[in-house]
């Protein structure tokens, strides 16, 4: 089985794809201490849980946070006898080249979540990845990225909105039931949720203006249900896009020898 593993600022993410099917999908804080012994605990607990026997055999790694891969690295040597693809590494394959300027890397979640779209949604496309930061993917016809939009982030907007000014609170976002709050919460909700939706429509509007050709845009990511009711934001929704696009980039290298 196929250990695929999705390490992003927040959040990192274990799925296990068995050739068929993924069978289960498994989150955790990221934690650069967290060592690889930790990790195979946590893990293969839950796989107990869930009665998944702990057959893993290959180890795919997309990392946004370069100090957590050294343990993720160690996790799938030790435990798994594998040596992982990490994306973004010269090692490991792409189906389609970035082109982008020369000397700039690309963030090894948009490569993957690029390889997913592409296998799935053809080109021509705009993945909107609603994480730490809120990342604008464009995906060519041949399924290249081609470069995007990098805007902060929906809590991160929200927790600097209440760290730097002292009588905001806290507040979740969800979608107000009123553009005109009557009261400090509904209006920093509002204003989370309605700067989001006109962010999201412009940015993919100017995107679309500049590509001069249709295309559909894609959403990702745990809040991008959120922003897509009541409003006609996406094309689809696809809330393991960046798992789905791991299992493409591990197939791919398979099927080149590569691994």
Same mark, same amino acid.
Request: charged share 20%; with cysteine.
């Given at each position: 089985? +196929?250990?695929?593993?999705?390490?992003?600022?927040?959040? %990192?993410?274990?799925?296990? @794809?068995? #050739?068929?099917?993924?069978?289960?999908?498994? &989150?955790?804080? !990221?934690?650069?201490?967290?060592?690889?012994?930790?990790?195979?605990? @946590?893990?293969?607990?839950?796989?107990?849980?869930?009665?998944?026997?702990?057959?893993?055999?290959?180890?795919?790694?997309?990392? !946004?946070?370069?100090?957590?891969? /050294?343990?993720?690295?160690?996790?799938?040597?030790?435990?798994?006898?594998? &040596?992982?693809?990490?994306?973004?590494?010269?090692?490991? +394959?792409?189906?389609?080249?970035?082109?982008?300027?020369?000397?700039?890397?690309? #963030?090894?979640?948009? +490569?993957?979540?690029?390889?997913?779209?592409?296998?799935? =949604?053809?080109?021509?496309?705009?993945?909107?990845?609603?994480?730490?930061? %809120?990342?604008?993917?464009?995906?060519? *016809?041949? #399924?290249? =990225?081609?470069?995007?939009?990098?805007?902060? #982030?929906?809590?991160?907007?929200?927790?600097? +909105?209440? *760290?730097?000014?002292?009588?905001?609170?806290?507040?979740?976002?969800?979608?107000?039931?009123?553009?005109?709050?009557?009261?400090?919460?509904?209006?920093?909700?509002?204003?989370? /949720? @309605?700067?989001?939706?006109?962010?999201? &429509?412009?940015?993919?509007? &100017?995107? !679309?203006?500049?590509?001069?050709?249709?295309?559909?845009?894609?959403?990702?990511?745990?809040?991008?249900?959120?922003?897509?009711?009541?409003?006609?934001? /996406?094309?689809?929704?696809?809330? /393991?896009?960046?798992?789905?696009?791991?299992?493409?980039?591990? *197939?791919?290298?398979?099927?080149?020898?590569?691994?």
């Amino acid at each position: 089985m +196929l250990l695929a593993i999705d390490c992003g600022n927040t959040n %990192t993410v274990f799925s296990i @794809w068995d #050739g068929e099917q993924f069978l289960c999908t498994l &989150r955790t804080a !990221t934690d650069h201490q967290r060592t690889a012994d930790q990790y195979f605990v @946590w893990l293969s607990a839950l796989l107990n849980h869930h009665k998944i026997p702990l057959d893993i055999h290959a180890v795919i790694i997309s990392s !946004t946070v370069p100090r957590v891969v /050294f343990n993720l690295r160690v996790l799938a040597d030790r435990y798994f006898n594998s &040596r992982p693809l990490v994306v973004g590494k010269p090692e490991c +394959l792409l189906p389609c080249q970035p082109r982008v300027d020369e000397g700039t890397q690309v #963030g090894p979640d948009r +490569l993957v979540n690029t390889a997913g779209a592409f296998d799935k =949604y053809g080109g021509d496309l705009i993945v909107v990845d609603f994480g730490t930061a %809120t990342t604008f993917d464009v995906v060519a *016809e041949d #399924g290249a =990225y081609v470069g995007g939009v990098i805007a902060p #982030g929906v809590n991160l907007s929200l927790q600097a +909105l209440h *760290e730097m000014a002292a009588a905001l609170p806290h507040v979740d976002v969800t979608k107000p039931q009123k553009v005109i709050g009557t009261n400090t919460v509904a209006c920093m909700q509002s204003g989370v /949720f @309605w700067g989001y939706v006109g962010l999201v &429509r412009g940015i993919c509007d &100017r995107i !679309t203006g500049e590509y001069d050709r249709p295309m559909k845009i894609i959403a990702t990511g745990g809040l991008a249900p959120l922003f897509g009711q009541g409003d006609t934001l /996406f094309d689809a929704f696809d809330e /393991f896009l960046t798992i789905h696009g791991l299992r493409i980039i591990h *197939e791919y290298n398979k099927d080149q020898g590569n691994i």
